[in-house]
Nanobody, 117 residues
Framework: QVQLVESGGGLVQPGGSLKLSCAAS????????VGWSRRIPGKERELIAT???????HYAQVVKGRATNSQDNAKNMVFLQMNNLGPEDSAIYYC???????????WGQGTQVTVSS
């Protein structure tokens, strides 16, 4: 079982950038499909970025072109770089890891991102 801890959230001005980090322990992330989801207040959690074990990247339309999901297996970490942030990106961001075809699906506690001037 893998444990995930996100960091890097905070307050950022519109148009700014942020890099979220996710540190994993308990298992090696190279076995997992990793990604990020977010929960905007009043809405359901939405998956915004996925990086498969074959290193294919998938992004939701709402972040495509503004987000980069990356992984450092040596550090057992996942990252989400977000650029050109707007108030609509304010949300709790969650790191997640899953093994496709199994019930192994894990999330971190989340990190708050607030985009405001």
């Amino acid at each position: 079982q893998v444990q995930l801890v996100e960091s890097g959230g905070g307050l950022v001005q519109p148009g700014g950038s942020l890099k979220l980090s996710c540190a994993a322990s308990g298992d090696s992330l190279d076995r997992y499909e990793v990604g990020w989801s977010r929960r905007i207040p009043g809405k359901e959690r939405e998956l915004i970025a996925t990086l498969t074990t074959f290193h294919f990247e998938h992004y939701a339309q709402v972040v495509k072109g503004r987000a980069t999901n990356s992984q450092d297996n040596a550090k057992n970490m996942v990252f989400l770089q977000m650029n050109n942030l707007g108030p609509e990106d304010s949300a709790i961001y969650y790191c997640q890891a899953r093994i496709v075809g199994t019930s192994d699906n894990y999330w971190g506690q989340g990190t708050q991102v607030t985009v405001s001037s």
